[in-house]
């Protein structure tokens, strides 16, 4: 799933959950906007576009019962929170699995950005909402959303939000995948699987940069070579088509260096500095009898002289 709320979905669905629509919900989504607005300074804005997403947003769900609701309900809010965004070549990251690792890859690597950090995802993270039928404001009794998350009004939105996401990828793009955990990587239940990889536009797409996250000191239960990656390799070709880059590779640098922060005394993270310890000695080293090499030649021309 390309977002952290949508593991809590998963949740939602097999235990029945009910919940109220979040507490200030209006307050929280108009400042966030006025804030990412402000902070970004597209001049592409519209003087009032945060009042303008604010109501295309809740007339995607307003007065509709939750239970009925679908994608398509949010097609046009969509479309107008991703209006005016910049282009993402080379820096847009998916991931299932992974929400955790993710947050803290793009806090500190500014070459990712997740749909959290864009304003569609980030005005509505960790948010929760509702309406009913005939209503024209929020619900406190949000109801179990069964098993169809494609025809619930709350869980419908990412899924929306995420197929919107997914056709903004330009240049290379890139998932982070968990290999250490007993669900497959490549998650057929997954926004990935089902609403990012099939909506990436092939013709924008040069290269898919997999990256398969292998948690320190814990069981590889797949790997890049696994059958499950290979299956992602070949949906990737179906979508992306044949001409299309694909790579997987297992903690590469970026990925190791994150999990290094976290357990700096791993082995496997002093293995890398022993590394780099011994390659700076022999480039020290080699330096040294080059200018040995250079003394000698210079005293015997002298000397010859």
Known sequence: MSVTITILLLCLIS????????????????????????????????????????KSFTGSFFGKD???????????????????????????????????WTAQLTKCNPNYRTIETMLLG??????????????????????????????????SFWAAASKGFASKAMGQANVLLLG??????????????????????????TSLNIMLLEELDLERNFTCSSDNIKQLFADARKYLGNDTKITCEENPPVILSLLCTNDP?????????????????????SAVIILILVFLLIFFIIKSV
């Open 122 to 155: 980030y005005l509505s993270n960790k948010l929760e909402w509702c309406s009913s039928l005939n209503s024209d404001t929020y619900s406190n009794n949000c109801p179990s959303w069964g098993t169809d998350t494609t025809h619930n009004i709350y869980p």
């Open 66 to 100: 939750p239970l009925k609701g679908g994608i398509e309900d949010y097609e046009a809010y969509v479309a107008l929170a991703l209006k005016y965004a910049s282009d993402n070549n080379n820096t847009q990251l998916f991931y299932s699995h992974t929400g955790q």
């Open 15 to 54: 235990s029945g959950h009910t919940f109220s629509t979040t507490p200030n919900i209006e307050q929280i989504y108009n400042g966030r906007c006025y804030d990412y607005v402000n902070a970004h300074d597209n001049p592409n804005y519209p003087e009032n576009y945060c009042d303008d997403l604010y």
């Open 265 to 285: 005394e791993n082995s496997a993270c002093k293995a890398g500095k022993s590394f780099k310890v011994a390659f700076i000695a022999t480039i020290i080293a």
């Open 180 to 205: 250490t955990s007993s669900r497959e990587p490549y998650d057929s239940n997954s926004m990935f699987y089902n609403y990012e990889l099939p909506n990436m536009k092939g013709s924008q797409i």
